[in-house]
């Protein structure tokens, strides 16, 4: 991987290369709701397929880094296995689709963990694109989707995304996006000695735009808006801390984040105990959150748990398909092989998709179970492990809280078949990796220095400072 000797240099020579790859992932954010505007085509695609041969040719000139390559090399080998099972074009399209999306991850990968990488700006650009976002679809709510003929067909908003719980993820990713732009803030804010104005600038911003995205998760009726509450704490806790001067670490600070973790819980027990219960609440919203106990009794959650387990079967009772997978897209006809369609005649929507021709397993996980190899599925594993792990070690909770409610949003729902998941990604770990490298900037710092090195007889450990977190 690259040192920070020749950075400046490779800056003054590549200047709009390295800003267009800051800005690619923020564009993919704000691009992502609205190309189901032009069509119902799943114009993300061809998004991740372009963007990623925009990429490709930046590895050899910018990075060495041969442990990601042959990570690289082993998950798009895998995506070539699986093409020669595509059985129509479909599956062909979702395999350039998963190459695209892996030749990303793992390019911003190696970006974040180099010096070239500026995460103040990338967080930035991704605040803006998405408030932008979260603001057009409360204006086409409030001004369309109420006066149209389809609120009364399907009252679930889900601005333009394919899916209410997709738009519902989308929002769950802004607030934790949210959180880490008001931690910047923070660490700017005693740095440069803002003032109180702008402070209070700042947060009410911050406080009326959270406002907004969580009236716009309840408006997707969809539960797994619940899943990522925990933001909401975090949230308020960097604003505390940006008005207040909270120090992290102190006892104040501990108090204050279990409070603040536990608020969100603590507002919808409140809410179901001053209405009665939650099937009173004038909202269909609380009344879905309120049922959770009867979630085999809902027919849509029974449809993507009998969904999984077909997938289990189908990889687990084939000794092929448990080492190199059906191939990516293939899962339907898979079901079709081995007589699963007997199941899914009791649920009308999955036997209308089967019947089109397209019929995902509605699970990240369970998708990339059993159409990819055994491998290619572990290494996935263990990179979400280690970064999961990375977030406890490096006490970065509301990370591992984000985490918690994207693995779990992951199970039910094919949130991966949106560009924007990629994002998800590509922010989670450069949040991380900014985070060690600060720690690790803390450190005795001897100029000239570009690696980290110990002074003999001192044990003192100098390294060169990484510029612009």
């Not at 679930?156 to 008001?182: A, E, P």
């Not at 089109?356 to 990339?368: E, F, K, L, R």
Request: aromatic content about 14%; proline content about 3%; charged content about 15%.
């Amino acid at each position: 991987m690259v040192d920070g000797r020749d950075t400046k240099m490779f800056e003054a020579k590549y200047p709009r290369m390295l800003k267009l790859l800051h800005l690619l992932p923020p564009l993919i954010l704000f691009v992502n709701p609205l190309t189901g505007f032009v069509s119902e085509a799943p114009l993300t695609i061809p998004i991740i397929v372009i963007m990623a041969w925009l990429i490709l040719p930046f590895w050899l000139q910018i990075f060495r880094a041969p442990k990601v390559e042959r990570v690289l090399v082993v998950l798009l080998l895998s995506v070539v296995i699986s093409c020669f099972f595509a059985a129509g074009i479909s599956e062909l399209v979702f395999n350039a689709y998963y190459a695209g999306m892996f030749i990303c991850l793992a390019f911003y990968i190696v970006l974040a963990r180099s010096p070239y990488f500026r995460y103040s700006r990338y967080i930035m650009y991704c605040i803006i694109g998405m408030s932008v976002c979260l603001l057009m679809s409360m204006a086409h709510y409030f001004l369309f989707f109420l006066n149209s003929p389809a609120m009364f067909v399907d009252f679930r908003y889900s601005f333009f995304f394919d899916d209410k719980s997709h738009f519902s993820v989308y929002i769950g990713l802004f607030l934790f996006i949210l959180g880490c732009g008001l931690d910047l803030c923070v660490e700017r804010s005693s740095e440069e000695q803002w003032g109180k104005l702008r402070r209070w600038a700042i947060s009410v911003g911050a406080f009326v735009i959270m406002g907004i995205a969580l009236f716009m998760s309840t408006t997707t009726l969809s539960r797994l808006g619940a899943l990522f509450f925990p933001m909401i704490g975090v949230i308020l806790y960097q604003l505390i801390r940006l008005n207040l001067g909270v120090v992290v670490g102190s006892r104040q600070s501990r108090i204050l984040s279990i409070l603040l973790l536990l608020l969100p819980g603590s507002m919808l027990i409140f809410l179901a105990w001053v209405t009665g219960g939650f099937d009173e609440i004038d909202s269909s919203f609380f009344q879905r959150l309120g049922r959770l106990s009867a979630l085999m009794e809902d027919n849509s959650f029974a449809s993507h748990v009998m969904l999984i387990r077909l997938a289990a079967e189908v990889k687990v009772f084939n000794v092929w398909n448990m080492l190199f997978g059906v191939g990516l897209g293939n899962f339907q006809h898979s079901i079709l092989d081995t007589g699963g369609v007997v199941y899914v005649i009791q649920y009308k929507s999955l036997l209308q998709n089967l019947y089109v021709g397209y019929m995902p397993t509605h699970s990240v996980w369970a998708s990339i179970f059993v159409e990819l190899n055994i491998v290619a599925f572990l290494i996935i594993l263990m990179v979400i492990l280690y970064y999961t792990i990375l977030s406890l070690y490096l006490k970065r909770f509301d990370v591992f809280a984000f985490l918690g409610g994207l693995v779990l949003s992951s199970m039910f729902y094919s949130t991966i078949n949106e560009a924007f998941y990629s994002v998800i990604w590509i922010t989670v770990i450069a949040s991380l990796e900014r985070t060690r490298s600060r720690m690790a900037d803390k450190r005795t710092v001897i100029p000239g220095i570009s690696r980290p090195v110990t002074i003999r007889g001192t044990g003192v450990v100098a390294h060169s400072p990484r510029r612009d977190m």
